[in-house]
């Protein structure tokens, strides 16, 4: 059903929306781009003029990004844990994870406990018999090696539940949602200090492997992220005229709506996405790349509306499918494509939620690539929303209703039960 926004205070045309997915998304994308042109001009400026402002603003970024790289310089930010948790890291470090909207964090737990975990996760599923069970890929977002998974359907080992409560994890993710504008207007969108504990799957490559890896490609949503009305206020100044004011790290308005179902769908607000190696991970070792650019989404989003996309298109983007980054519609964004520095076990690796990113192909994979996906994922209404959820298939054992029904730990006993949990376990889950 379409509605048009009742709370249309600064005298432009309001836009349609759809709470979930129109019966006729053609016409639907019709209109709400008629609909944005309209407001967009209402404001004084064009569609063209709104996005060669942030055009601009990112060819920019992708110049420096490519001459950094022709000077050998690392284009990821680093930081030492250690620095992180004495509250010392320097302000230089700091505005590169501004302008880069990504970050490695060195040690963020030590080695040897990296390494534990790498063999306390093979033990956990060897045990529990887990290959002899596999029944395949259940989703065809990611691609399968051999008769093994890549990716493993497993959220509730004691190794990963150890690491998502852990105080080391909790001071790097208080640290990165700092980087975000938590609160405005009065607001408070989310709290920095306490994470929801989302449960994500694990990567195990082995050595040999051959991947064909993952194209660029967005995390956050798909044409739900025109249509629905919490996600055009998040985008309020791309649609409005005040495009120099849009701010990637401003999360007004992210923190309370939904999105439209679908197996690519994370029901959470990430301020980061994020994952924790469990094994050394050579650059080329067919690793995480991202478009380090957290403005590069104005253009993605304002990009369907130029005049060369067709009026019910939205540049490839469809419903229950990543969002994909493309030669034909966003080509001035790829030259800035950079891999993540060789990685330690214990390493951590961020990604601001909005950013483009895509996993390298591998042939003949030299060592292993291992990682927990542990993201940022502040409390806030969203994610107490989704906490429920998490709570219930924590205690089952079962699948979080984010990913697919599969279900392997129902019934493996050594699973993390509620007795495992620490005081931030507790408060992440919503249990205290
Ligand atoms: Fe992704």
Known sequence: MTKTSALNTDGLPPLPHWDSVPDDLPSAIRAVKAALRARIAASGRSV???????????????EEIVAAKRRGEPIWPEVDYADIAAGTVAPAVLSQLHRRGCLVVRGNFPRE????WDQGIVDYIEGNQFFENYRGLADDFFDSVGSKPEIYPIYWSPPQLQARQSDRMARVQAFLNDQWISESDGVRWFDPDRDSLYPDRIRRRPPGADSKGLGPHLDPGTVDLWLIQGYQQVFRHLFDGTVERYDPWDAAHRTTGSQYAGSTMCSAFRTFQGWTALCD?????????????????????????LADVPPDGMCGVRVNQAFPVTREWHEPLLPALSGVPDIQAGDTVWWHCDMIHSVAPVTDQQGWGNVMYIPAAPWCPRNERYAEQVRAAFLAGTSPSDFPAEHYERDWDNRARVTDLNATGRRGLGLD
């Open 48 to 62: 063209e003029e709104v996005f060669a402002v942030i055009e601009r603003r990112v060819r920019d970024r992708v």
């Open 113 to 116: 406990q990296a390494l534990a």
């Open 281 to 305: 991970m050579a650059h080329d070792q067919g690793v995480l790349h991202t478009v380090p650019i957290p403005e590069a989404m104005g253009y993605l989003m304002l990009r369907p509306l």
